[in-house]
């Protein structure tokens, strides 16, 4: 059904057409909206079966409006509109979708204290203009602040390490709240889709999906609507609902029937990118590919939908995993049956790297290596800061040395194999903060940048490269140096790193820090170029980091990325050659 889509676009124009002052269509297009919204049917299916006519029976929707609605269905767009809302003051559309702040008060904001975008506004609210505005006052202009505090949270995109622990508690309150009430409702088929699904770094919106007879769709919307969790609802209907949480994320549900699941979760699992290339092949192929199934396009008859298998198999497509879904080349893999066997959660035999209470950790060495062999991990690296990190804690040479004596005495009490390693600052000349013959004495060096982030690309290049010429260092940790969402990347020639790395047989490290998720998919797709292998690590400095090796995994599989491209999922007995290879 895409008449709440429909409804919404006629609605937004109205709201354009207002701000410019056009008089009387405003009200007749809310009107035609509001019918839109209140419709039995699915208007896309009338249009189908009827055209412009069928439209034009719905009430309030004229020749016109029913023009712009074929256009919209056809094209995904509509003309006109697109050209109102270039004349619109630009600023108009985001300062539109601040809740509270209609038409006809923009247009006085606009004309008395000449605020034409987002950050006008902001700035307006700030020194209290607004509530000095007859028709505003100290309420609204605080009820404004904090539409703007909340549009600002909704549209800022969370990283992939907040939404997926945020999801899975939103899904298992959904699921507690459902057990009781609801019987024969299967609950292992409410599951998380979109960029989510496809572990994407960061997330726009949660999308979750969930399989129920018609019957049970309003009780599984009215569970999700009371979450502790949720704040603001959005929208509430039978087959779709939109909350934003309190934390100020949004999130959408829909509820499918159990014929339509698979195809349900294939479409909105996404991306858009891959599924607009599914449904082409699905048309070359003779059918017609929706969320609601896959059918013949000839006789209408239904050929698939409960599975998402079952619709890549009918199209004469391997079962292609959702990190795969960006339309980088995945459908062709699939259609030949090249699809890379991707590495998986249970290839991982041990985490390099890790922070202890002899740095900047929060537990002791004993209590991560307790944790990671209960992990079932067959070896971990022990890599606090050198010696110049002081602001992390960084161990001068007598330290280092008391802690490889707690390794040895740890390692009669455990399986586990504890690597003797060091996250080593990359000095400003390249140069490693150890000297030589105590980085001879460590099993694992893993070089990392940590300051000078203004420097010039030439220089960071450089002095990247000297390291990774240096044969003590093992792994380059977070290569990129990018903070999601705080600090880009520094300026770095990443073909040039990259190159000088595969020449020296350097490891990349895929760091699962949700706030570096560094290297990303992109640069992990680059270095690939190289022949380059990766380690995914934890950077773990508390035992529960420990689990956030699925972020970097995550990216791992996104790039493709399989078992033999990484190193810790090799046996130790392997592993020591790769790094002890580097050191000859
Ligand atoms: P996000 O939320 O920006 O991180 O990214 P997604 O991928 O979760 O996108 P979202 O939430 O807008 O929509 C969820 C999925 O629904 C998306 O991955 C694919 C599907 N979808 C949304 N819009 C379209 C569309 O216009 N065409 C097609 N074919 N699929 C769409
Ligand atoms: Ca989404
Ligand atoms: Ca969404």
């Known amino acids: 059904m895409r008449n709440r889509e429909v409804a919404e676009l006629l609605y ?28 039995g049917e699915d208007i896309e299916k009338v249009y189908e079966k009827k055209g412009k006519k069928g439209l034009t029976e719905i009430p309030g929707v004229g020749e016109s409006i029913a023009d712009h609605i074929a256009e919209y269905l056809k094209t995904g767009k509509v003309e006109k509109f697109e050209g109102l809302k270039g004349k619109a003051p630009s600023g108009t559309a985001e300062l539109m979708e601040i809740r509270g702040l209609g038409a006809k008060k923009m247009k ?27 028709g505003f006052g100290v309420k609204s202009e605080e009820n404004i602040a904090r539409a703007i505090e909340n549009y600002e949270k909704s549209h800022s995109r969370i990283p992939l390490g907040k939404a997926l622990p945020l999801a899975e508690e939103i899904i298992s309150g959904l699921k507690e709240e459902l057990k009781n009430g609801t019987p024969g409702l299967d609950l292992s088929r409410i599951i998380y889709t979109g960029s989510l699904r496809r572990l994407k770094e960061t997330i726009g919106d949660i999308d ?6 018609e019957a049970d769709a309003g009780k599984i919307m009215d569970a999700f609507v009371s979450l502790p969790e ?26 499918v029937p159990p014929e339509s699941y698979g195809a349900a979760l294939q479409y ?43 619709i890549y198999r009918k199209l004469g497509l391997e079962y292609i995993a959702p990190e795969l879904r960006e339309n980088r080349g995945e459908l062709k893999a699939a259609a030949k049956n090249e699809l890379p066997e991707l590495v998986d959660a249970g290839d991982l035999r041990g985490d390099l790297h890790m922070h202890t ?28 800061h050198s010696r110049s990190q002081r602001i992390a804690n960084g161990m001068d040479i007598e330290t ?69 010429e240096n044969k003590h260092l093992d792994i380059l940790a977070h290569p990129s140096g990018r903070l999601l969402g705080k600090r880009e990347a520094y300026a770095v020639n990443f073909g040039k790193v990259f190159e000088a790395a595969a020449e020296n047989g350097k490891v990349m490290e895929i760091n699962c820090q949700p706030s570096r998720l560094d290297l990303n998919d992109e640069l992990i797709f680059r270095a690939k170029d190289y022949e380059l292998k990766f380690c995914i690590s934890t950077d773990s400095h508390s035992v529960s980091d420990l689990a956030s090796m699925r972020y970097g995994l995550g990216q791992a599989r996104r790039s493709w990325l399989e078992k033999e491209d990484i190193v810790n999922t090799y046996p130790y007995s392997r592993l020591k050659e790769v790094f002890k290879k580097l050191r000859d």
């Open 400 to 468: 280092l040395k008391e802690q490889w004596k707690e390794i040895k005495s740890l390692s009669k009490r455990f399986r586990i194999k504890v690597l003797r390693g060091s996250e080593v600052e990359i000095l400003k000349d390249g140069s490693l903060d150890y000297p030589d013959e105590i980085l001879k004495e460590l099993d694992v060096v893993v070089g990392a940048v940590h300051s000078g982030f203004a420097a010039s690309e030439r220089e960071m290049t450089g002095r990247i490269i000297t390291a990774l």
């Open 108 to 134: 006085k904001l606009a004309d008395k204290l000449e605020i034409k975008t987002m950050s006008d506004l902001k700035n307006a609210v700030k020194s209290h203009r607004i509530r000095r505005l007859s």
């Open 268 to 310: 909105f699992t996404g991306s858009k990118e891959h599924n607009i290339g599914l449904r082409n092949i699905a048309l070359r192929e003779g059918y017609k590919l929706s969320e609601y199934g896959l059918y013949s396009k000839n006789s209408g008859e239904r050929i698939a939908g409960k599975s998402e298998e079952e």
């Open 357 to 384: 209470d002899y740095s900047e950790g929060a537990e002791s060495l004993e209590t991560m290596v307790e944790k990671a062999e209960s992990m079932g991990y067959e070896y971990i690296a022990v890599t606090d």
């Open 12 to 39: 937004e124009t109205a709201d354009i057409m207002e701000f410019q002052q056009i008089e009387w269509k405003p009200r007749a297009y809310r009107r035609a909206a509001q019918n839109i919204e209140n419709f």
């Open 208 to 213: 979750i999906l969930a399989e129920a007879e």
């Open 230 to 255: 949720a704040g603001q609802v959005v929208s509430k209907g039978r087959t779709r609902s939109s909350v934003i949480l309190k934390e100020g994320f949004a999130i959408d549900l829909r509820v």
